[in-house]
């Protein structure tokens, strides 16, 4: 009897975890996104570079007409530098397009967090927890530190002789990093327990983001009066 009970709960997690999932995909569109931004980022160096050591220019705009100009005055092959420069446009028209696409899907799950911090600080956040269920139930402690692992390992490892992180993603945040270097800790304390309320309350379907925003607002008020002391 208990070995048929096992068999059908083996069986039925079995068709659980084959099963398509919404936080999966999320997560997965965002690491293509980081790859996509990568390749923005090789494409922008390489052209920089092209630039500066080709033509000796000191031009941020790949698309300058000084490049042009100089290309047809040494006689270079403008084509093959243009198809690099339109697949460079390419790539970062698809980056903006895929962000707002993310952005718009975290702002559906997670509405009130998205409110607080917006959705694509929440999105680095799933991405690094790698599902809904891990984000919503970590504690505000781990919330705060989400990005900063490193950091936090090499705490761990000098047994207290190294500071912990005061802070890992939530830095990106207004609220924390328009702060003074010694009160950032303090915000994304308060930041990160208002976050794990929000979690909670976007996974239940409450609205409470309004609610969630003054006291974040109020604690950065006193925050930001105090740096200025």
Sequence with gaps: MRDDLKKKFLKKLERKLQEPSEDQYIVNLIRAYYDLKDTQNLFEERLQEWIK????????DPKDPQVYESIR????????YREF???????????????????????SRFPNSSYLVGPFIVAMMLE???SYDKL??????????????KALFKHIRSKGKIKPPKHGILYLSPWVNRLPKRLRGKMA???????????????AGRDIKEELYNKIR?????LEKEGKK
């Design 53 to 60: 050591n080709s033509m000796y220019l000191d031009v941020k």
């Design 73 to 80: 005055k040494h006689g270079f092959d403008e084509s093959v």
């Design 85 to 107: 420069v339109d697949i460079y446009d390419v790539i970062r028209r698809e980056e903006r397009q895929i962000r707002q696409k993310i952005e718009q899907l975290i702002q």
């Design 128 to 130: 690094k927890m790698g």
């Design 136 to 149: 919503v139930n970590a504690p505000a402690s781990t919330i705060q530190v989400i990005g900063a692992e």
């Design 189 to 203: 304390r308060t930041l990160a327990s208002k976050l794990s309320i929000a979690m909670k309350a976007d996974m």
């Design 218 to 222: 109020k604690r950065y008020e006193e």
